[in-house]
């Protein structure tokens, strides 16, 4: 038997996937899991890329780590404009279906921690949505003990001739990136003088705001379709939400931008 479009995509295992748990169904729950389980595969993308361009880092291979921005920043435009599409769901419809997430919630999604911290987040906090005994608890925890993009960035640029301080390149990788004045000189004379370094610190920008602006997305589709509510997930909802939006993950190219 030759293998199938059927077969080859394991249809008929991924079209059964999505159960509504409504009475009915109400009309809308089937668009909010397919939305929500698009992500998720999106979520596993992004990840095979971005650790395709740490590896591309660490080679030094500029073509594949470009390459790999191109992906990654087209993905994220992607997961930002699919917004658009749940927001064509009332109040109203959300709240006939509401009750029955219970205590679900996109604040425990795994792979949107694997995410933040691939990009350097470190809250050791987010563990706590985990029973120390599953299998995401630790594939967060040891990943937090990982160099992050930012470190294999600033390693790529040291092995291109340019000053990183030791203790950014020997830091301790479980520990939140700070803000490095040394680093940010350094950041400087790239823009002034090395076209390609450059662009790249502009990707690092471009996903950066790609990401908040998924934030502020995000934070703006909850705000109108549950208003001042908590959220399924026990935290405050929209002012939760809204603390995170303006939070940078690389921070010395935005505090550089007064300087050049
Ligand atoms: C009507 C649609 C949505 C509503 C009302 C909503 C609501 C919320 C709320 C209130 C939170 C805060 C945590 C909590 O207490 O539950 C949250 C967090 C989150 N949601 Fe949504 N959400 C929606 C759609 C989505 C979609 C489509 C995704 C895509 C995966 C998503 C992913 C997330 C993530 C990753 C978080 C954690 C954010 C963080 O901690 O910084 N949400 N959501």
């Known amino acids: 038997m030759p293998l199938t479009y059927q077969k080859y995509l394991k249809l008929q295992q991924l079209l059964n996937l999505q159960e509504p748990r409504s009475d009915g ?6 668009l909010f899991i397919v939305i929500h389980q698009v992500y998720e595969l999106w979520f596993k993308q992004l990840i095979h890329e971005l650790n395709f361009i740490q590896k591309a880092m660490n080679e030094s291979h500029q073509a594949n780590i470009f390459h790999g921005f191109k992906r990654i920043l087209s993905i994220l435009k992607v997961l930002v404009s699919q917004t658009d599409i749940l927001e064509t769901m009332t109040p109203v419809a959300f709240n006939s279906f509401r009750d029955r997430l219970e205590t679900s919630s996109g604040f425990q999604s795994a792979q949107f921690r694997e995410v933040e911290i691939m990009l350097g987040k470190r809250n050791k906090a987010i563990l706590a949505q985990f029973k120390p005994s599953d299998k995401e608890h630790k594939t967060l925890f040891d990943l937090m003990e990982k160099p992050c993009l930012w470190d294999s960035f600033i390693k790529y640029l040291n092995v291109q001739g340019y000053d990183v301080p030791d203790n950014l390149l020997n830091r301790d990788y ?15 004379k790239i823009y002034h003088e090395r076209t390609n ?3 790249m610190c502009e990707r690092l920008i471009d996903l950066d705001e790609g990401l908040q602006e ?7 589709m909850v705000e109108r379709t549950i208003g001042v509510k908590m959220g399924t997930g026990g935290s405050s909802g929209m002012e939760y939400l809204k603390a995170s939006v303006f939070q940078p993950l690389f921070p010395d190219l935005w505090e550089i931008r007064s300087n050049l």
Not at 25 to 30: F, G, H, I, L, V
Not at 214 to 220: A, E, L, T
């Open 25 to 30: 169904p109400e009309q809308d729950e089937m």
């Open 174 to 188: 479980s520990e939140a990136i700070n803000p490095n004045s040394e680093l940010q000189t350094t950041l400087i």
């Open 197 to 199: 370094l450059m662009e």
């Open 214 to 220: 998924w934030r502020y997305r995000h934070v703006k």
